[in-house]
């Protein structure tokens, strides 16, 4: 067994840089090999097109090399966050390369040949979520040690006080949306199955051929009445205008690539109502795609020769409708721009904590009106909301624990639905339709409605809800499953847990998100622990929710994926302010990236490799490294905000020292701790020379040699600045 590195994007794959060099050599003494894995959004695209490529700068497929590996009992994954790619993100990536020699192909937006079709089709699977559904080939078992929790009890974020007067809500459709329109089956007998859409004159279309549909999965399938979402949008920029409220829209339109996207176009084309209306031809000759965000759209207009005239109504749009959420107040990022830019499992914790608040146009804080259509998951916002009316502030010093069991394994739900979402191309009906003939599901639709269809297999299921137990019982917390009997894939759902507790002997509540949610914040209200064994989308949610809430980010979980096959994956922190940290990188050379995930993940990472290998000198580095993860943490190592003082590449060094100094002190491997002994004592000797090494680069402008593809070389030299440090971890890899 390998422990496989996995390298990524933006400030994880930066920090790889400085943290891996490290994590190499501590574990080459107990003879672990680590290889790397590259996933990053650069070498996804790349991977498409080896054609293209010379020999030597063409890259292989390594996603889908990994989506093997995790299906074996060797599988050891360590990952971190990667690029959900939207498309204006595909975009920048492909004209970054193109700079760099790489003869890649231009996205296209709206495919005119074969040729075309076939680029866009390699595209499509780099986009979103490419990379998660393909690597969780297990369910997700994500909280907080107890190290984390008792730092944060002690040093808790400032929390923003939350006014019972707040104007703040989150508004959601009361009908005609996915929530709504959910159908669902049970399947009973394994068979092939179609999806093919009917037209009102009877002519049929395929959608998707060759479904497999296992014995005892759960199907179903929903649309979005987009009509109905588009008079939604408006209602509720005249709701804000009226409340004078900021409208803000929260989407997931990474991971829900095809669907949320475009309804996230609907909501630009309603702001920006009378800009699509008196340009429309204009914005049709540019390939103006509201999908794509206001910044793509301001981009083609400065090609215009109507620019003046856009970019006057623009402003006059901005000046007199609902005031909008900023991304960037200095800048004049709206809400808006950039799709990618507001991921709602990021933002609205981000906001709730922030006494809900969100910025306007000037950098004011004001109440918001949190837009999020689909009803199916916005309640447990509002359920947020609610309980801040009644009971004011959750003080992070005082507040129990929320981790997740989450169903995720084999592209579980909604987030495997990419392949069989589709729009409707006129009125009609669309059909899964079983190789005998038979109607599985079906759906009468109108033009331009979103269609999509999910599975959750019997297997996956049957091991979440055992995992769900299993937690519940080593940690003896109470646990809570947020299913909702209203929604009809969950009311199944329902019935397969219950009898799996039943046969369990096992006694565990059932509740809906909105109800599940206001429990469980009741219960860490009192201090106490909880459990919430959710599916896919919320495990997703609430693994930011509650940790945001709880500790100020979503970076300190412990994420553990144990694989069906019986490897596991070990996920490191999200990364949702990672491009404001490269940001500040590149103008200050400064990373605040606080890499304490990976330090859990390779943690955990070694215990598993220790336990299937036998490796014992594994279980010393395990235990010496969560040692020296408690001493970082009590001695509040965590990269700081500012620049000239401590930053990512400090915090590392630290880590290091910590590790080799619980090694040094151990006794049950005296070979290890007589090696590590000198290099313990040389760490400490030299600790301010380091820190004064590292710290002395900042306060200046540093080139990567590119954002999407970083040069090696460059980005090597400027997160190993130290020359003492390096010395120290090139004798610990040679000694």
């Given amino acids: 067994m390998k422990i496989t590195y996995t390298l990524t994007d933006e400030s994880p794959a930066l920090a790889t840089y400085s943290f891996l060099p490290i994590a190499k050599a501590f574990l080459k003494h107990a003879n672990i090999e680590v290889e790397t894995a590259d996933i990053s959004l650069s070498a996804r695209v790349l991977a498409q097109f080896p054609d293209l490529l010379e020999p030597q700068k063409r890259v292989p497929d390594t996603l889908e090399s990994l989506g093997q590996l995790v299906k074996t009992k060797d599988a050891n994954l360590i990952k971190t966050p990667n690029i959900s790619a939207s498309i204006p993100q595909l975009k920048a990536t492909i004209k970054e390369l193109q700079g760099k020699g790489y003869p890649v192909p231009n996205f296209p937006d709206e495919p005119q040949n074969d040729t075309e079709k076939a680029i866009k089709e390699k595209y499509q699977k780099v986009l979103g979520s490419a990379v998660n559904p393909v690597l969780r080939q297990g369910n997700s078992d994500r909280r907080s040690t107890k190290a984390v929790k008792e730092y944060a009890k002690k040093n ?57 549909l296992e014995k005892n999965e759960i199907l179903d399938a929903t649309f979005m009445n987009t009509a109905k979402l588009d008079a939604f949008y408006k209602e509720q920029i005249a709701l804000c205008m009226k409340e004078d409220i900021l409208f803000s829209l929260h989407l997931k339109a990474t991971m829900m690539k095809v669907s949320d996207p475009i309804l996230f176009g609907y909501a630009v084309r309603a702001y920006f109502c009378e800009l699509f209306t008196e340009f429309s031809d204009e914005f049709n000759r540019l390939g103006v795609n509201p999908n794509n965000g206001v910044s793509e759209l301001l981009l083609k207009v400065e090609s215009s020769s109507q620019k003046d005239a856009i970019i006057n109504k623009y402003n006059e749009i901005m000046n007199k409708s609902a005031k909008i959420s900023m991304v960037n107040s200095a800048k004049g990022i709206t809400n808006l721009h950039v799709p990618s830019d507001v991921i709602v499992d990021a933002s609205m914790p981000a906001m709730l904590k922030n006494g809900a608040r969100l910025w306007d146009k000037d950098g004011k804080e004001c109440d918001t009106n949190a837009v999020i259509p689909d009803k199916t998951y916005a309640t447990i916002y509002e359920a947020v909301l609610e309980d801040l009316r009644v009971n004011g502030n959750l003080e992070p010093s005082q507040l129990g624990s929320v981790s997740n069991v989450g169903l995720m394994a084999k592209k579980a739900q909604e987030y495997g639905s990419h392949d069989k979402t589709f729009v409707a191309v006129s009125d009609g009906e669309f059909r899964i339709v079983d ?25 996956a299921v049957i091991n979440w809800i055992d995992l769900g137990i299993e937690r519940s019982e080593i940690s003896g917390e109470e646990a809570i499953f947020w299913l909702d009997s209203k929604r009809a894939s969950n009311a199944i759902m329902i019935d397969i847990v219950k009898q799996r507790l039943q046969e369990k002997g096992k006694n565990i509540k059932i509740l809906a998100p909105k109800e599940a949610c206001l429990e469980s914040l009741k219960l860490i209200r009192a201090g106490k622990n909880c459990i919430s064994i959710t599916g896919n989308v919320l495990r997703d949610y609430l693994t930011d929710l509650f940790p945001i809430l709880e500790l100020g980010t979503s970076a300190k979980m412990l994420s553990v994926v144990p694989m069906l096959n019986g490897g596991a994956m070990f996920e490191t922190g999200a990364g949702g302010s990672a491009p404001k940290q490269v940001e500040q990188l590149v103008e200050e050379n400064h990373l605040r990236w606080d890499s304490l995930g990976e330090f859990l993940a390779l943690q955990a990472s070694l215990e598993f490799y220790a336990q299937k290998n036998g490796n014992q000198k594994a279980k010393v580095l395990a235990n010496a490294l969560d040692s020296a993860i408690g001493e970082w943490l009590n001695n509040n190592k965590a990269p700081s905000r500012k620049v000239g003082e401590d930053d990512n590449r400090t915090s590392h060094f630290y880590l290091a020292m910590y590790f080799a100094n619980a090694l040094a002190e151990q006794n ?7 090696k590590f002994a000198p290099i313990a004592k040389e760490l400490n000797d030299n600790e301010v020379k380091i820190r004064d090494e590292f710290n002395s680069t900042q306060g200046k402008h540093v080139d990567f040699g590119g954002y999407y593809k970083f040069d090696d070389t460059k980005a090597e030299s400027i997160m190993r600045p130290s020359k003492s440090f390096n010395s120290v971890i090139e004798k610990i890899q040679q000694s």
Wanted: hydrophobic share 35%; net charge negative.
């Fill in 668 to 674: 049950e491997d005296s070979m290890m701790a007589e």
């Fill in 156 to 212: 808790p974020y400032r929390v923003v006080d939350f006014s019972k007067n707040s104007k703040t809500i989150v508004s959601y459709m009361k009908d005609g949306d996915f929530f709504d329109n959910e159908k669902a089956i049970f399947i009973k007998e394994e068979c092939n199955a179609r999806i093919e859409f009917v037209d009102n004159q009877g002519n049929v279309t395929i959608m998707k051929e060759g479904l497999k």
């Fill in 435 to 459: 190789s005998k003939g038979a109607v599985l599901l079906s759906h009468k639709v109108c033009k331009n409605d979103i269609y999509r269809a999910n599975e959750a297999k019997y297997d």
